[in-house]
């Protein structure tokens, strides 16, 4: 089965560093994604890991360490853009077909 | 270039009518996954083609719900006899091909409302 956690809701103020953590349980690893949902849009793709260690693009970075099921995407320099929901996904075990979590909504407050 | 788009935006319905969503997908893209996502929940699969066949259709919730892809590009996703329950964002993606880190490009989606 899968399953899939990370926290409901997060509040940060602009300029600041966040970290959401997300840990999930598969029975086969393909990698773990992350997406960013604004309200009311589609969700668009920020992040894809397959190996571990921490992959930096630009403000937005992103964890994983398959051994802990364990990964998190780290935002820094906060915009106020940034309050969107942020997705965390891993593909079914066997197969390429993500199962995303609930989300995160973080929050940027001035 | 033109991204994943859906049509309609948003269907307003009644219980027990059937409604049909539809999606174009990337042009050239193989892959096409549909997805719901219901207020405050995660994004749920449905279903998935490999052009126009569904190895996995797994995800659909129950056998009121079908969808086909033909040409191996547009797909359209049916819903017979809705009930409130199908209430949710219908999203649609699709990807150069099916396989391991490939990104997923979503559409807008269709908000559909069953009263």
């Known amino acids: 089965g899968q399953n899939i956690d990370q926290p409901t809701e997060m509040t940060a103020t602009e300029g600041a560093i966040v970290q959401i953590n997300c840990t999930y349980q598969?029975?086969?690893?393909?990698?773990l994604f992350w997406y960013q949902q604004h309200a009311g849009e589609a969700p668009t793709f920020l992040s894809y890991?397959?190996?571990?260690g921490l992959e930096e693009k630009g403000r937005f970075s992103s964890f994983l360490s398959r051994s802990k099921g364990y990964s998190y995407l780290l935002l820094k320099e906060l915009q106020m853009k940034d309050s969107a929901s942020y997705l965390c996904?891993?593909?079914?075990?066997?197969?390429?077909?993500?199962?995303f979590g609930r989300g995160t909504s973080l929050i940027v407050h001035p | 270039g033109a991204g994943v788009s859906q049509s309609p935006s948003n269907k307003v319905t009644e219980k027990g009518k059937d409604v049909e969503l539809r999606c174009d997908p990337i042009?050239?893209?193989?892959?096409l996954y549909w997805y719901r996502q219901s207020l405050g929940q995660g994004l749920e699969f449905l279903i998935y083609?490999?052009?126009?066949?569904?190895?996995?259709k797994s995800g659909l919730p129950s056998d009121r719900f079908s969808a086909e892809r033909t040409g191996g590009s547009v797909s359209t996703l049916t819903i017979q006899r809705t009930q409130q329950e199908d209430s949710a964002v219908y999203l649609c993606?699709?990807?150069?091909?099916f396989g391991g880190g490939e990104t997923q490009y979503f559409g807008p989606g269709t908000r559909l409302l069953v009263l």
């Open positions: 598969t029975s086969g690893f393909n990698g």
């Open positions: 890991n397959v190996l571990d």
């Open positions: 996904a891993v593909p079914r075990g066997g197969s390429y077909i993500p199962t």
């Open positions: 993606a699709s990807s150069l091909v």
């Open positions: 042009s050239g893209h193989t892959a």
């Open positions: 083609f490999q052009g126009n066949s569904a190895p996995d």
